[in-house]
């Protein structure tokens, strides 16, 4: 079963509202649930009545920001099971699903940059994003490159810089670091042709100096895909502006990690639900600061 719970949105941004192409490779497909409406500016154009790319971008469309609005719009992409785990085997892959990984897809080509842990990115294997030839024209119409920059957290710069991420991105590769990581380490990534920034005193990476270090890049959409220390990081800090969960119909039971971690806030900040898919059984959610 495939459908749509339409919830109202008022943070959409229209000039992000369709990518070129015919949405060939669309996630979630179905019409509304009983009684809704489809997501705004969106139209059921796939052979089958499903979602489009175009509508999926209209979905998860970032809110305006800039002049008169925020500066930057931080969102993160995670995927749970039932029961909390934020991994299997130690990656998410396996909790994961075709419908999720084709939201995946759309939330890198909306986004400026993809803010990224190290761990991650040495678990996961992570590569450069790559340029989607359905989304060149919302790109260009929005003023972003043909893909987003790959920004990746790191004290001790403890990575790979071999890898393509480093050396053959379509977009300079980010590195964000203390003030105290090991000199060597930065003459390397700067070597292999990232660009390293300076986000935080001593060895640390401060999360809200981060967010802005990349707003001043112009880097303004922003994604974070964890791990879940980096999560936790920027949810203690205050500076996540909205979840896109996907809760996946499985039970893991173990020790796996849950999306976020690290010390606890003093208070919980509730988000309100901005959107929300069902395919399957997985639940495609989206929750936004009110």
Known sequence: MRRLFPVTDE?????LRGPAGDGGDAAPRGGPAAGGQPVPGARASGPDGGWSLAELAAAYAYPATGSGARKQWLRANMVSTLDGAAQHDGRSQGISCASDMRIFGTL?????????????????GYRPARAREDFAAARAAAGQGPAPAIAVVTAGLGLDFSLPLFTAPLTQTVVLT?????????????????????AGEGLAVDPARAVRELVALGHTRLLTEGGP?????????DVLDELCLTLSPMLTAGNAQRIAGGPPVEVPRRFVLASLLEEDGFLFSRYRRP
Do not use: H, I, W, Y
């Not at 943070?11 to 000039?15: K, V």
């Not at 890198?108 to 996961?124: H, K, M, Y």
């Not at 203390?178 to 300076?198: F, I, Q, T």
């Not at 220390?229 to 800090?237: D, E, K, S, Y």
């Open 11 to 15: 943070t959409q941004s229209p000039d």
């Open 108 to 124: 890198r080509a909306l986004a400026d940059a993809v803010v990224v842990g190290a761990e991650t990115v040495r678990q996961e």
């Open 178 to 198: 203390g003030a105290g990581a090991p000199r060597d380490r930065v003459e390397a990534a700067e070597k292999a042709g990232a660009r390293v920034v300076v």
């Open 229 to 237: 220390r980096l999560l936790g990081q920027f949810v203690a800090a």
